[in-house]
């Protein structure tokens, strides 16, 4: 796991479709977490990116649960499960997620009233819950970066207790990208469903590109948008 926040990232130009929305997700321990909702919720110094001139309209479309709540939400979960140890200092909390849009899919999606954006989160996080047979915790609109987008926060264990980093498979993950599709087109006419990463790599994109980016690269030169 990762302390840093999960967030919006450029896009990788060899292979990738601009017209398209995806989502990521990454499980987050206790501690973790409160430094996602800090940033998701814009608590404390926040990096150079965010535009402070523009913070009021960020929008929260489901207020955030207590994090001790959720971790004993966890925690009995586990124990139903049939789990003998108990939980690591370290073990995934939540699973922070994210709703992304290539630069085309942006303006498509930028037409829409704001109460057509919220509606489009709305349905996409709890279909992407539902999906994974976990609890929606927090659901945030961020418009001070150089990009629209939604950080979700589900609960780390399905309801069986399986946490969601077993039960996330690349298969799986493919068909939450097909559920990100499905969604948003029905809400915004015109967005398509982005490139597999397979093949991706199959059109000569390097591995690196479509698995990993480095921290500096996470971010467009928000100054530079804001200046254009």
Avoid at 171 to 193: A, K, P, W, Y
């Amino acid at each position: 796991m990762n302390d840093t926040p999960l967030n919006i990232s450029p896009e990788d130009l060899t292979g990738s479709n601009p017209r398209a929305a995806s989502m990521r997700l990454k499980a987050k321990s206790l501690s973790q977490a409160y430094g996602q909702r800090r940033h998701d919720l814009r608590i404390g110094p926040q990096p150079k990116y965010v535009d402070p001139n523009r913070q009021h309209l960020n929008r929260i479309l489901i207020s955030p649960r207590p994090l001790p709540e959720i971790r004993r939400d966890v925690i009995a979960l586990r124990k139903q499960a049939g789990a003998k140890r108990g939980m690591k200092s370290n073990a995934a909390v939540v699973t922070a997620g994210i709703i992304t849009f290539g630069h085309e899919a942006q303006k498509l999606f930028l037409d829409l009233s704001l109460d057509q954006q919220d509606a489009a989160f709305r349905e996409l996080a709890q279909a992407i819950a539902d999906r994974l047979g976990t609890s929606l915790e927090a659901l945030t609109v961020h418009c001070d970066e150089s990009a629209i987008h939604a950080h979700l926060e589900l609960r780390a264990l399905n309801h069986a207790g399986v946490p969601l980093s077993k039960s996330t498979r690349p298969t799986v993950m493919g068909e939450l990208q097909d559920l990100v599709f499905e969604v948003m087109s029905r809400h915004c006419h015109g967005i398509e469903r982005g490139n597999r990463k397979y093949d991706r790599l199959a059109v000569g994109a390097n591995y690196a590109a479509p698995v990993s980016k480095s921290f500096r690269k996470l971010h467009h030169d928000l100054p530079l948008e804001i200046e254009a």
